[in-house]
């Protein structure tokens, strides 16, 4: 078709009263930022009237030892237009220039970081930022987010367990954990992080999965039974 021919044609459609819709190409869709406090779900991004340049913040929160990205990370994003959240460890949010954000990134573990900022531009732009977290050691040596993986495997284990607790509950614990791939590995991982610091890893989580045992469970000490069935403890409390 020659263009005379699609020119002649197009005026054809407008003297007949008729509107022509040129089609846009698909776009991927935006992150879409979900206020904290809003029954909209749908809410679009932050905007004020009048606004002439945007500001867009597009980043992760990582683990500031290993870069990688934590995925169970908070993001709470704070301005004057209100309060989001984002969960998974990415964020994307969108303001008018010369707003004030207050940002705070927390997960199980590590340290919470609260930031300030306030984006100068003449322009629209977009921000590439990263988050980095610190974890939090303890006074054994082992990371809060080692301890925290070990609590999270025991009280899961517990409530695969039937009531009234048998006395060998803790027994069945490490049972468990040897019978669980995952578990099993996430068990060597905290043990070797403390063996690294020159202590005793085994002792020091066999030691705190027991107490912790007792007080998810009866909180009663029956004596010790010195054959137990998992091979990863020698002795355990019965309960």
Same mark, same amino acid.
């Given at each position: 078709?020659?263009?005379?021919?699609? *020119?002649?044609?197009?005026? @054809?459609?407008?003297?007949?009263?008729c509107s022509v819709i040129i089609p $846009?190409?698909? #776009? !991927?869709?935006?992150?879409?930022?979900?206020?904290?406090?809003? $029954?909209? #779900?749908?809410?679009?991004? *932050? #905007?004020?009237?009048?606004?002439?340049?945007?500001?867009?913040?597009?980043? $992760?929160? !990582?683990?500031?030892?290993?870069?990688?990205?934590?995925?169970?990370?908070?993001?709470?994003?704070?301005?004057?237009?209100?309060?989001?959240?984002?969960?998974?460890?990415?964020? =994307?949010? @969108?303001?008018?220039?010369?707003?004030?954000?207050?940002?705070?990134?927390?997960?199980?573990?590590?340290? !919470?970081?609260?930031? =300030?900022?306030?984006?100068?531009?003449?322009?629209?732009?977009?921000?590439?930022?990263?988050?980095?977290?610190?974890?939090?050691?303890?006074? @054994?040596?082992? !990371?809060?987010?080692?301890?925290?993986?070990?609590?999270?495997?025991? =009280?899961r284990i517990l409530r695969s367990q039937?009531?009234?607790?048998?006395?060998?509950?803790?027994?069945?614990?490490?049972?468990?954990?040897?019978?669980?791939?995952?578990?099993?590995?996430?068990?060597?991982?905290? %043990?070797?992080?403390?063996?690294? =610091?020159?202590?005793?890893?085994?002792?020091?989580?066999?030691?705190?999965?027991?107490?912790?045992?007792?007080?998810?469970?009866?909180?009663?000490? $029956?004596?010790?039974?010195?054959?137990?069935?998992? #091979?990863? %403890?020698?002795?355990?409390?019965?309960?």
């Amino acid at each position: 078709m020659t263009l005379r021919s699609l *020119l002649l044609i197009l005026l @054809s459609v407008m003297l007949a009263g008729c509107s022509v819709i040129i089609p $846009r190409p698909a #776009s !991927t869709p935006p992150i879409i930022t979900r206020p904290v406090d809003a $029954r909209e #779900s749908d809410k679009p991004l *932050l #905007s004020t009237p009048g606004s002439e340049y945007t500001v867009t913040i597009e980043g $992760r929160v !990582t683990d500031a030892d290993t870069g990688m990205t934590i995925p169970d990370a908070t993001i709470l994003m704070v301005t004057v237009g209100g309060s989001y959240e984002f969960m998974g460890g990415l964020f =994307q949010i @969108s303001f008018p220039a010369e707003t004030v954000v207050n940002i705070r990134a927390k997960a199980p573990g590590y340290k !919470t970081e609260s930031r =300030q900022m306030k984006a100068h531009y003449k322009r629209n732009v977009t921000l590439d930022m990263e988050i980095k977290l610190e974890r939090i050691h303890t006074e @054994s040596g082992v !990371t809060a987010m080692s301890m925290y993986d070990i609590d999270e495997m025991v =009280q899961r284990i517990l409530r695969s367990q039937k009531k009234p607790w048998p006395t060998d509950i803790t027994d069945r614990v490490f049972l468990a954990i040897e019978g669980n791939r995952r578990d099993y590995e996430a068990y060597f991982r905290t %043990i070797r992080e403390i063996d690294a =610091q020159g202590k005793n890893g085994q002792m020091r989580v066999n030691a705190h999965i027991g107490q912790l045992v007792r007080q998810l469970t009866t909180g009663v000490n $029956r004596g010790r039974c010195n054959s137990p069935r998992s #091979s990863l %403890i020698k002795s355990y409390e019965r309960h």
